[in-house]
T-cell receptor, first 111, second 114 residues
Framework: DQQVKQNSPSLSVQEGRISILNCDYTNSMFDYFLWYKKYPAEGPTFLISISSIKDKNEDGRFTVFLNKSAKHLSLHIVPSQPGDSAVYFC??????????FGTGTRLQVFP | EPEVTQTPSHQVTQMGQEVILRCVPISNHLYFYWYRQILGQKVEFLVSFYNNEISEKSEIFDDQFSVERPDGSNFTLKIRSTKLEDSAMYFCASPEGALSNEQFFGPGTRLTVL
C-alpha cells in the first residue's frame, strides 16, 4: 500500500543548477508533508515541511511546493551543491502523527 | 537541530535472542516514535508512544515487540525473539515541541540478526 510515492529513484544534477525532487500521495487525509535528507547509516535529517493550508514554503535554498488537487509535492534546491548529494525522502502525516515515507530519491550533484 | 541519541550504534545477535535498543529523545518530550528501515527499502513506522502508553502501532509491531520508558529520559524498543527479517536500521524520533509536526530522528541502531 504505497500511499506516498517517489517515482524517480535517482536524479543527477550539475552543481549550481536546480534540483527538483517529486513526490505523489494518494491519501487525501494527509495534511502535513515533510522532506528529509538521509546519508547511509545515519538517521533522516529534517529539511523542510509544509501544511496542507499552504502551497509553498521556502527556507534558504530549499522550497517545497504543494499541489493538493494533483496530490503532488516537490522539493526545489537552488543552487544545488555537492554536499546536497544524499537520498531524499518525502513523508506525510494525517489524522495520526505517524509519518508515512516514500521510497526515496538519490540525488547526486556533480561539479 | 534538536538531538536524539540512540545506543548501541550496531547490535549483532543470534536468531531467537532478545535485543533492547535504547533512545534518549529530546528532553521533556511526551511523544516518541520508532521506525525502521530494511536495507534498500523505505523508512517504516513501527510504534508511537505518548505519555507512557502506546498510542498507535503498525502491523509490523507484533507481540515480539514492546516499548517502555523505564525512567524519565530513556525510551527502549525490545524485540523478544529476533528473526532474520528483523535485521534493519531502527530509528527513534521525537518532535521538537508538543505541537510540532516535525519529527527529529536519532542516528539509528543497525540490528544484524544471524
Amino acid at each position: 500500500d504505497q500511499q506516498v510515492k517517489q517515482n524517480s529513484p535517482s536524479l543527477s544534477v550539475q552543481e549550481g543548477r536546480i534540483s527538483i525532487l517529486n513526490c505523489d500521495y494518494t491519501n487525501s487525509m494527509f495534511d502535513y508533508f515533510l522532506w528529509y535528507k538521509k546519508y547511509p547509516a545515519e538517521g533522516p535529517t529534517f529539511l523542510i515541511s509544509i501544511s496542507s493550508i499552504k502551497d509553498k514554503n521556502e527556507d534558504g535554498r530549499f522550497t517545497v511546493f504543494l499541489n493538493k488537487s494533483a496530490k503532488h509535492l516537490s522539493l526545489h534546491i537552488v543552487p544545488s551543491q555537492p554536499g546536497d548529494s544524499a537520498v531524499y525522502f518525502c513523508a506525510a502525516s494525517g489524522r495520526t502523527d505517524k509519518l508515512i515515507f516514500g521510497t526515496g530519491t538519490r540525488l547526486q550533484v556533480f561539479p | 537541530e534538536p538531538e536524539v541519541t540512540q545506543t548501541p550504534s550496531h547490535q549483532v545477535t543470534q536468531m531467537g535472542q532478545e535485543v533492547i535498543l535504547r533512545c534518549v529523545p529530546i528532553s521533556n518530550h511526551l511523544y516518541f516514535y520508532w521506525y525502521r528501515q530494511i536495507l534498500g527499502q523505505k523508512v517504516e513506522f513501527l510504534v508511537s508512544f505518548y505519555n507512557n502508553e502506546i498510542s498507535e502501532k503498525s502491523e509490523i509491531f507484533d507481540d515480539q515487540f514492546s516499548v517502555e520508558r523505564p525512567d524519565g529520559s530513556n525510551f527502549t524498543l525490545k524485540i523478544r525473539s529476533t528473526k532474520l527479517e528483523d535485521s534493519a536500521m531502527y530509528f527513534c524520533a521525537s518532535p521538537e515541541g508538543a505541537l510540532s509536526n516535525e519529527q527529529f530522528f536519532g542516528p539509528g541502531t543497525r540490528l544484524t540478526v544471524l
